[in-house]
Nanobody
Framework: QVQLVESGGGLVQPGGSLRLSCAASGSIFSPNLMGWYRQAPGKQRELVATISSRGSTNYADSVKGRFTISRDNAKNTLYLQMNSLKPEDTATYYC?????????WGQGTQVTVSS
């Protein structure tokens, strides 16, 4: 099993920045795919960005050019640098690990963008 713990969420003004982290532990094997998803109240969970264990990235159109996903495989940690934040980025952000048939989710961290 893989355990995921997110951190770094909080309240930020529009135009501001936040950096989310996700610490992974347990039976982590490569290749794998890790990513960030988010869910706003009353909406479905949606993809934000993913990154493979080899470093290939994929972004939702809504965050391209503003968010950057990265990972440190030696530390088993996933990151999401969020710049130029907008009120519509407000959501609970979840870390995800996926390998073959197995999938694990973190508990989520709240990001609120408001003045």
């Amino acid at each position: 099993q893989v355990q995921l713990v997110e951190s770094g969420g909080g309240l930020v003004q529009p135009g501001g920045s936040l950096r989310l982290s996700c610490a992974a532990s347990g039976s982590i094997f490569s290749p794998n795919l890790m990513g960030w998803y988010r869910q706003a109240p009353g909406k479905q969970r949606e993809l934000v960005a993913t990154i493979s264990s080899r470093g290939s990235t994929n972004y939702a159109d809504s965050v391209k050019g503003r968010f950057t996903i990265s990972r440190d495989n030696a530390k088993n940690t996933l990151y999401l640098q969020m710049n130029s934040l907008k009120p519509e980025d407000t959501a609970t952000y979840y870390c995800n690990y996926r390998r073959d048939w197995y999938e694990s989710w973190g508990q989520g961290t709240q990001v609120t963008v408001s003045s």
